[in-house]
């Protein structure tokens, strides 16, 4: 089935400074990689997508970015805040196209 | 409406003691997802629906956990007997069939402590 491996597992950045989160897929046949964001003691949500037939995508500070020959994708945070600060997940879909597979995430510390 | 509603939010209990979690997903989802979050082992997805029916349950860990979904707005997850190392936050989701692309809502979460 579908795994889905994330780095780093911790990452401490300065604020204003750039943050970049990798994640590596193994099925070739999955299309869509959403991130979550999980602040503490909340639940995760949505904070973008990107499916196979783009190779990038971006939404005001936040962008990610698909290499499908690779098998990975990033996301990446410019001008980073303080409350930014939260666990970000990458995620793909099974071999089915029903089910998300998480990383194990990644905790994001901003410094201010 | 309300979003996907989880309860209880907190559970403690002692080990070999039965525990049910409830879910009701948001109206018109076709999917219903449980994950089990832990530091370790990060989001993991224990079982899934689609129009109530399970459709994969191979990330349930032992036979000591159940699911069900007795109709499209309420489902469970049991654990009998429950041991120390169930003690995590477990979350259900859900969205909506149509496509591949749907956003996946989750719910507020279960913190289940097992002494």
């Known amino acids: 089935g579908e795994n889905v491996e994330q780095h780093p597992s911790t990452l401490s950045v300065q604020e204003g400074d750039s943050a970049v989160i990798k994640c590596t897929y193994s099925?070739?046949?999955?299309?869509?990689f959403p991130w979550y964001k999980q602040e503490l003691g909340k639940r995760p949500q949505l904070i973008i997508d990107?499916?196979?037939?783009?190779g990038e995508k971006k939404d005001q500070r936040i962008a990610v970015t698909l290499n499908k020959t690779a098998k990975h994708f990033s996301l990446h945070i410019t001008e980073t805040q303080p409350e930014d600060s939260a666990v970000y997940f990458c995620?793909?879909?099974?071999?089915?196209?029903?089910?998300?597979?998480f990383g194990k995430g990644t905790t994001l510390s901003v410094s201010s | 409406d309300a979003g996907v509603i989880q309860s209880p939010r907190h559970e403690v209990t002692e080990m070999g003691q039965e525990v049910t979690l409830r879910c009701k997903p948001i109206?018109?989802?076709?999917?219903l997802f449980w994950y089990r979050q832990t530091m370790m082992r990060g989001l993991e997805l224990l079982i899934y629906?689609?129009?109530?029916?399970?459709?994969?349950d191979s990330g349930m860990p032992e036979d000591r956990f159940s699911a069900k979904m007795p109709n499209a707005s309420f489902s469970t997850l049991k654990i009998q007997p429950s041991e120390p190392r169930d003690s995590a936050v477990y979350f259900c989701?859900?969205?909506?069939?149509?496509?591949?692309?749907?956003?996946?809502?989750f719910g507020p979460g279960t913190r289940l402590t097992v002494l």
């Open positions: 109206s018109g989802h076709d999917y």
């Open positions: 629906f689609n129009n109530n029916v399970p459709i994969d």
């Open positions: 990107i499916r196979s037939n783009v």
């Open positions: 099925d070739s046949a999955s299309n869509y």
């Open positions: 989701a859900s969205r909506l069939a149509l496509g591949s692309y749907n956003e996946q809502f």
């Open positions: 995620a793909a879909l099974n071999q089915a196209g029903t089910a998300l597979i």
